[in-house]
Structure formats: C-alpha cells, structure tokens
C-alpha cells in the first residue's frame, strides 16, 4: 500500500514561539521586524480572494500603507463565498456572563478538532476573537441586538456557552459586507488595486521565493503576469471536488492547488466537515445543495420508515412504523448528536433502503411534534424563514409534511500547509482563511470559519506579513524573467490543451462523475477497499478526461466552460490526494470516519499514539506518490479524550 | 420637479374653485373674470396682478416640463437597448402614465388657453362674457371638446395621484404612516380635482347651467 | 416539461445581438431556471453551439450573482426570488419564455445574460463604508444600538447588489440599491460622523455612472428579491436635502 506515497523529513519549525500559550502571540508580535511607514507603498503585495479573509486583510494591508493588488473570480469582491454563512461567528466575549472566556474558547476548539490542531494558533484565535466583534460592529456591522441594545447571543455546535454572535441568518453576509465596504474605501482611496473576473492560474516562484501569480482576465481572456513582493492566497475551500456541495459554484482548488504543485505542502486534505441538514437532490439536473441551520435540529425528530423500500407518504406510515433511530442508538442526545454522527447515521439507515424521497436519499425531520407541542405560530416564529426557504425550493409545505434532509459537503479543513505566522514552506507565499489547514483541527465547529477568516486577515497577517516585508522590497523582476516567462507560456498552454481536445464529454458530466466516486468512497465513511479502489477510478476518470473533454468557443472571450475545466482539472489531482491522505490516516477523527478504526459501538476511534501530526504532502512531480511530512501535535494544556455521546 | 408640481397644484385648486362658482349665477361668474383682472388694486394696476401671476405659472411650467425633459432624456440614456418583452405595469398604473399624461394636459392647456382666454379656437368668443364663452364650450352639438376636456382632466387627474405622492417623497417622506397619508391625500386631492373640473362641462351638459 | 425559450444572444460587448429560440424538453419541474439552463447548455455544447453565458455562483440566493429579465421580468415571475431560486414548478408545460440581460447603460452587456455591474461599486467606493481602520475600535459594548434601529438597519443591509432594481426601473435609476446603503449605514450611531457627506458623494456617484433619475415609479421594489421597501427611497431624500440645505 505504501507505494501511494513515500515518507519524507518530519517538519520541525511552525515559527511558533514557545513559553506560557497566553502570551505566545504577544511575544511574536514583539520579535516581529517592523516596516518603516515610508517603505509600505514601495512593497506590492498580491491578495488572492476577497472573502472574510482575503477581502479583511487586503483592506487592512491597504490601510497600512502597502501597494496592495486584490484578486476574485466573481464581478464584486461582495460576492465571495463568505456572504452565504448563515449561523453566526464566535468570539470570547463573555457578554453573558455565562464563564466563556478566551480559554474555554481555545479548549473548545481544541476538543471540537479532534485533538489534530494546534494549541499556539487556536489560542491566538480565541485571543483575537475579541477584537473581532469590536471592529465589525465599528464598521456598522448589524448584529441581532437585545431590547437593551446591547449585542445579542446564542449558543451554537453543542457548546455549553452562548458565545456566537449573528445577523439573523444572514451572518457571513454582514459580516462580508463590512469587509467589502472597509476594501472598497482603500480602493476608492488608491491603496488597492482590485481586479475582479481575474482567476489566478498560477504561482510565479523566483529564487525560491514566491513572487507574484499568472492570471486571466475572464472577459478578455488575456492573460497576465502580475508581480510583487509577497503573495497572500484567500482563495476558500474546496468542497467542490465532491461536484455537489453547499459551496457556491465557483469554489476551487485552482489557487491553492497550482501553489501546491509549485512546492506549497497540502495538509490534511482529507478532512471534510458533513453537514446533516441539507436539502436533498431531487434529480440529476441538481447543481448544488443547500444547507438548512442545524437549530432545526432542536425541535425536529429524525426518522425513517422501518422497512425498506417502503414508499408510502409520511402520513401514512403510522407511528409504530416510524424508526427515530436517532433517539433510539444515541438516547440522551438524541436528535442533538453532532454533526458527522448525525450524518453518518443518516447515511446508514439510507444504505440500507430505507432512505426517503426521490433516489432514496433523504430523511424526515418532523414538527408534526413540536407543532402539537408549542402550536404552529412558536413553530412559525422560530423557523419561519427556514421553512419558507424549504419550501421555495422544494414545493412541499414543513408544517404539513415532514421536511427532508441528507448530508453534504459544506467545509474543508484541510488546505495549504502554513506556519504560525500564515506562511507556507515557499517564502513569501501566505495563505489565510478556508484556503489553509490551521486552527480547526480534523473538525470545525459551527461559527469559527467566519471567526478564523477575519482573524487571519484583519489581525494576524498583517503582522506577520510585515516580518516578511521588512527584509523587502526584494530585488525588481521583469516580466521577461525565464520563471515569468515559464508560468506564463504553461498558463498559455494548458488553456489550448483544454480547447484542442474536442472530445464528445463536457466539463459538468466529468465533474458529476467524480463528485460521485468521491462522495461513495471519500465521503462519510472511508475503508481502505474503498479508497484504493477511488484512487484507481479517478485515475482513469482523469486520463478519460484529457482525452474526451469538449471545450467550446475561445480562448479570448468570456468562456464558462474554459474556466469549469481548469478547476475540474485540479479537483482531479486533488481527489486522488485526498484519497491517498483518507487512506495513510488509519484512524477516526473528526470529519475523517474509517470504518476499520472505530468503537464496539460505532464510534470514531482515533489513535493519538500513531496519528498525532499533521499530514503535509510535498508534491514531487505528476505520476509520482507524493511525500508525507509530519508535523507532530503535542498537547500541553489540553489533554485528549475520546468523545462519547451515548 | 416637486417644487414646479406644487406650485401648478395650487394654481389648479384657485382655478377650480373659480370654475365652481359658475354654479352660483351669471353675474358672479363673471365679475369674477372681472375680478381677476383687477386682482392686487389698488397697488397693481390693472391686470397686473393676473399677469403676475400668469408670469409666476409660466415660470412653473416652464421649469416642470424642462425637468420633466431632463429626467425622461437621462431615463433614455440610461437604458439605451430597450426589452424586446416588457409586460404591462410592475408599479403603478399612474406612476407609467406620467410623460405622456404630461404632454396630453400640455397640448390640452394650449388649446384651453386658445379657447377660453384668447378666444382663437372658440367660435362665439366675446370678451368678457366668461359665462356665456363656457357655455357655448360645452354646447351638446359640440361634444368632441367636450369629450377633450373630460380626457384631460382626467389626464391630469391621474397625472396628480402618482404626481403628489411623488412629490411627497421625493421632499423626504419615509414613514410607513406618512406613506399611507401621503398616498390619501394624494387620491382624494387628484378626486376632488376631477371631480370639481369635471362638474362645470356635466353641468352645461345636463342643462343644470345653462 | 416542455418549454421554447427565446434567449438574448450576443457575442461580445460590440456584438450587435439577437433573440434566439431554443427548445428545452423533459425539463423537471423541481429544476430550479438556471438548472434548466443547465441542461440547455449541456446539449449545445455537445451539438457544438456556443452554451449561453450567464452569470451566477451561490445558487442559494444570497451573493447576487444571477439576474436576469424572464418574460420582462427581473428575476422573473415569483416575488421576493432571485432567479437561482426560481424553480421551474412555476411555469407550466409548454409555455414560452423570453430572456434578456438587465438593461441599462451603466450595466453594460459582456456576454449573452452577463453584464457589468461594476457602477455599483463605484457608488459604494464613493461613501458606502464607514470609516473604521483596522484595531482602532473601542469595545462592541460602548455604543448600545436600540433594537429597532438594528433591525431596520439589518433590513436595509440585506441588499444583494444584484442590479434588479436597476433592470426594472423605467428609469434605469439605481436609487433603491443606493437608498439601502444609505439607510443601512445612517440607522447606525457609527455612521452618523459620515452621513451628510455619504448621501451627497454617493448620489453624485450613481449619477455619474450613468443611472437614470428616480420618478418614484416603485418598480424597483416590487421585484427586488430581498424586498427593501420603497419608502428607504424617501429616507433617502431626506437625508440628502438635509445635506444639500446644511452644506
Ligand atoms: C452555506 C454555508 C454556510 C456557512 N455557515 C457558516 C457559519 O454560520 N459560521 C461559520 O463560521 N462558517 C460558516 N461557513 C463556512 C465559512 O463561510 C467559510 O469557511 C468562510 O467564509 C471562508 O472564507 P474565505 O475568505 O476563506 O473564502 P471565500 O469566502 O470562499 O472566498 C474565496 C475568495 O477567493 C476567490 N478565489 C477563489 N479562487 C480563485 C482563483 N483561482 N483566482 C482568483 N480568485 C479566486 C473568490 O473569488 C473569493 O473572493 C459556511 C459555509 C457555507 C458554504
Ligand atoms: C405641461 C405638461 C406637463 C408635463 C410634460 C408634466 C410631466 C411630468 C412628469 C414627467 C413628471 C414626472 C415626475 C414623476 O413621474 O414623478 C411630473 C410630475 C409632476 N407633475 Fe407634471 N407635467 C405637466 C403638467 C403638470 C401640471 C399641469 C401639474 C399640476 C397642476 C403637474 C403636477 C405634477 C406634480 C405635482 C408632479 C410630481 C413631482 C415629483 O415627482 O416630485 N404637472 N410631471
Ligand atoms: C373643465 C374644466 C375647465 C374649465 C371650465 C375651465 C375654464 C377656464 C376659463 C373660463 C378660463 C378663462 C378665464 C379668464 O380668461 O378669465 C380658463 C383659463 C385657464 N385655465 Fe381653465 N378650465 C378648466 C380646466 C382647466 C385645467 C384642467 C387646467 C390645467 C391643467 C386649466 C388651466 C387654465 C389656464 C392655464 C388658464 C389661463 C389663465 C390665464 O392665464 O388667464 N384649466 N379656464
Ligand atoms: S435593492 Fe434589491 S433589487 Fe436592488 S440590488 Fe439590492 S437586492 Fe437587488
Ligand atoms: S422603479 Fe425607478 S423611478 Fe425610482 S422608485 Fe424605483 S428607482
Ligand atoms: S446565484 Fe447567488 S443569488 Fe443567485
């Protein structure tokens, strides 16, 4: 098994200073090599996204003086991904007094990651959290607020304290738009360059330092080298190697991957966070799925019929047919188990056919109950718009027939591999928010992505980045400089390669295909059968596409599928890594379920003894089995467990 | 634009109300014309004060039409390819009546001032003898100008229900009470309006006045 | 289903442009409409057309990405959707369906449905922030903000940006989409220091992008998908003749 991959040199170095855990991110602060004010605008700086991480961070780089050049796919920084997160951000205020503080949030983390985190960043986090809430409400940030004005919380992801802050269900939006608005001021004000429908294809390393990217304007199609002093990925998640996923359509690989196969190490790319609460698919024609708030969870009761294959409507099924198999395996949590349970039972009791709603993917998730129990009109006011939002899209009414739902995709932890200070193994190349692995560990918990993409960008990078510039401006690079050239002319290439082809297949029906060999063998639950089989599959998939993708129209246009096919192609490169990382990861933990590694009773088993690290993959040329370097976890302040919810 | 409207608002509750007096007799209506003219003696001399303030309408026009050009041209430019589908109206009915509502009550005021002031249209003009001018107007065999001025003052009717509202808001109105007040008023003021106008050609008509 | 569309083609931001019928067959009524373009667009590739270019990303409703004129329609015939959640249950077999781009001057079209919505940032870079550098900000407690005003505030700030408003304003104005960030951000107490100058520079922004005058016509609110309500228009003016007459 070992020949899909080779063992490299351990990873020493995370730059993270050591001594007491509090005072860890002061004391980096301090050694830190400070910019002289005057220096900044000669320093370019390139930001690869414009989400809570990318769009935060170029608007503080920005402010600080620095040349900054900001970079999206889609037609407004507004519009990146973030703006879907619904629920809500954490922060350690101890606004309710409740014993929240700076420490239980970084306890929390810690156990919610599966003890596969770092203890120094995920206390830097729950650190600056604080600052978080004080600087998006100064921005006009609309919070949910309480008759006394004051901010309002609730509790959420299981946590015992109510800590997460939010906008109604509209949080990462609020949240989006502040940063927005905080970019669009340095833009208007000549501090940041932006270029949106622009997507990186490529990362120009000069002298082993990264040194700027190769991009292609999406209207014209031209192409450009785009040089600087440091470079600064944002670029998300990649939930959509699994084609359906709550992430919005555009999400890709591309950045972080070209990155990769630039030398950038990969972690932990086979930890991926299942969502429970998702609105089925209803066909072949759907092209993503949407993610319903877990809150729904709280007052609805999980079932599925007791014998399968039994299509009869909802109604019709009487209560003694009924399995609520949630409140039956799990009796004390019930309804209320975590995420990746939930999920994974949802999986099981549909495997074995008694899944509901077209194709048999599908569970109830009834109010009939709780409708009886506190009458239509506290339903109403509690979920109203979540039933409404299921209903647009489904065309069935929640308050009369049960709801159904399915897992999906929703978060990655994994991503590029980075130090304490957010720099990857190539210097000069920072990466931030989804687009990197740190702080969430093998699990993230509900509200911290959005606290983590604003910590990394308005926080944290400029600081560390500004130790890196402080040995800058590096030495001037022209556009015919051999690297230059190279990144480009490979750019070039790889477009005609997709237009020459002419096969008979499309982009899509590719992507759909891969999705479903990733959902089947890398999703809920992995065996090692299961993915070495994956691995041969995408393998083939993948020669089958270089061989009968069809890309239509130009190169020099706006060309929807020319773009699709770039990040197919990475998605496929990536699929078979992901596998490769599930497979040499024989242990359960967090989102990575191995069905050889769990509990008498079917709970995630991990082995801190073999698997305490982090897994960075060094990409050694396409073909060859790629190198694993470890990076071990040591845990000082909290000691590992292992989770039980029965 | 509001500020033009309100002005030719004002003027058209003045006017009607002078039409409505042709109700109380002959005589009255007529030294009322008389009146008119003296309006503001003994310090303007006469017709001065009518003058005035036919100065002060024009300027009210002139103004309402010219911004009334600039919105529609900018409105042009701003949407030079038009839809090939455009279904009836989204909004109000009155708020996409507004231009060509406009420009009807424009080519009816000339006409009207043709007719009634200067006489030109008018077959048995005579200075003076208001009353009679307006019944001859509205002689039965004459139904097409009839006809005319119920179109109009209908136009301007409608052109005065979206018009007030409008106005009301674009002078800063947000409230939802003041928006419900505001669209109140707005009806009943464009009813009352019609309604006042229209009584003076029904009552010829009917014989009431005559 | 069965469906004939008649879709605005046109090549490239010189292209002349036409309408083109298609006809869609055994479309799913659970489908959503960009799905049904979708399976419109697979088939024309592999018969060797151009697929129809249209711009959309979240597909969930919220990033204001998708837009387009669906029967003259913005967004199409549900209120309160934008066209990813628009599904195809709401149309009935055989219907024909004509889509166009949003049109508006400042809109440009790039490509087929897609256009350039970029004005609208402009009139955001012209004041709709509130100026708050990075670390300086006092504790989110100091200011409390009445719940009413948070919520309007919130109500406002919904705004998806998605040109909607502008597509159907006879006008071609981009008042409602203005009058939201100004009401979202003027119902703070962080954002009164800037609230003169923000109505001021932002109107003159819209109006130098190329958008049309507001007649208060009201089309734009009756097919806006977050339903931000007219009366932000009034606010609006308000706040800018308080501007204008104190300046
Ligand atoms: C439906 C949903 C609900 C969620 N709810 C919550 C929640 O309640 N709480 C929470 O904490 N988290 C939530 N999350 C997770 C959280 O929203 C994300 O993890 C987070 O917003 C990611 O932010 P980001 O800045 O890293 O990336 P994104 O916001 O995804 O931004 C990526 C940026 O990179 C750009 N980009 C990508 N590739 C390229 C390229 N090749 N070239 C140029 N530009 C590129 C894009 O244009 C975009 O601007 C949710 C996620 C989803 C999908
Ligand atoms: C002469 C021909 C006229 C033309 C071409 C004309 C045209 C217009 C137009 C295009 C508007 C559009 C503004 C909107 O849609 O809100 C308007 C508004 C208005 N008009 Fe007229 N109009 C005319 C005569 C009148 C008259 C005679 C009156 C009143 C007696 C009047 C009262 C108003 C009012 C009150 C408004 C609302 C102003 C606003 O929106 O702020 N108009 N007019
Ligand atoms: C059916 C209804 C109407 C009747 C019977 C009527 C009658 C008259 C009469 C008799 C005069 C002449 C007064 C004089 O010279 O002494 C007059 C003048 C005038 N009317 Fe009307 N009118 C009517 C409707 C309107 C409307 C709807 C408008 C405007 C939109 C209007 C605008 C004017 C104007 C501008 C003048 C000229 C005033 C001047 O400069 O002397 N009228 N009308
Ligand atoms: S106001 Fe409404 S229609 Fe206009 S951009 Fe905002 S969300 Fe879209
Ligand atoms: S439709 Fe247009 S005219 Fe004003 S009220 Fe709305 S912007
Ligand atoms: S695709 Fe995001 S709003 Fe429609």
Redesign the pocket.
Known sequence: MTNFWTEGEPIADTAAPDGPVETRWERRQFSAKLVNPANRRKLTVIVVGTGLAGGSAAATLGEAGYHVKSYCYQDSPRRAHSIAAQGGINAAKNYRNDGDSIYRLFYDTVKGGDFRARESNVYRLAQVSVNIIDQCVAQGVPFAREYGGLLDNRSFGGTQVSRTFYARGQTGQQLLLGAYQALERQIAAGNVEMHERHEMLELIIVDGKARGIVVRDMVTGEISTELADAVVLASGGYGNVFFLSTNAKGCNVTATWRAHRKGAYFANPCYTQIHPTCIPESGSHQSKLTLMSESLRNDGRVWVPKKAGDHRDAADIPEDERDYYLERIYPSFGNLVPRDIASRAAKNVCDEGRGVGPGGLGVYLDFADAIARLGRAAVEAKYGNLFEMYSRITGEDPYVTPMRIYPAVHYTMGGLWVDYDLQSNIPGLFVIGEANFSDHGANRLGASALMQGLADGYFVLPNTLGNYLAAGPYPKIGVDHPAVVEARSSVEQRIQKFLSINGDRTVDSFHRELGHIMWEYCGMERTEEGLTKAIGLIRSLREEFWTRVKVPGRGEELNQNLEKAGRVADFFELAELMCIDALHRAESCGGHFRAESQTEDGEALRHDDEFAYVAAWEHVGFGSAPTLHKEDLNFEYVHPTQRSYK | MAVSGAVLVLYLFAHMIGNLKIFVGQADFDHYAHWLRELGAPVLPHQWGLWMVRIGLTVAVIAHIVSATILAVRARKARPVKYAHRPKVQ?SYAARTMRWGGVIILLFVIYHILDLTTGTVHPDFAHGEVYNNVVADFAPERWYVTLFYVVSVVAVGFHLRHGIWSAVRTLGQQSARGQRIARAVALAVSVVLTAGFLSVPFAVMTGLVG | MNLKLRVWRQKGPEDKGRMVTYEVTDISPDASFLEMLDVLNERLILEGDDPIAFDHDCREGICGMCGMMINGVAHGPERATTTCQLHMRHFKDGDSIDIEPWRAAAFPVIKDLVVNRGAFDSIIQAGGYITAPTGTAPDAHATPVPKADADAAFEAATCIGCGA?VA????G????FTAAKVAHLGLLPQGQPERSSRVISMIEAQDEAGF??????????TVCPKGIP?NL?GRLNADYLKAVSGR
């Open positions: 909004g | 408003c159907a304003c006879p006008n104005s981009s008042m409602l049309g005058g507001c007649t208060n016509a009201g089309e734009c609110t007219l228009i």
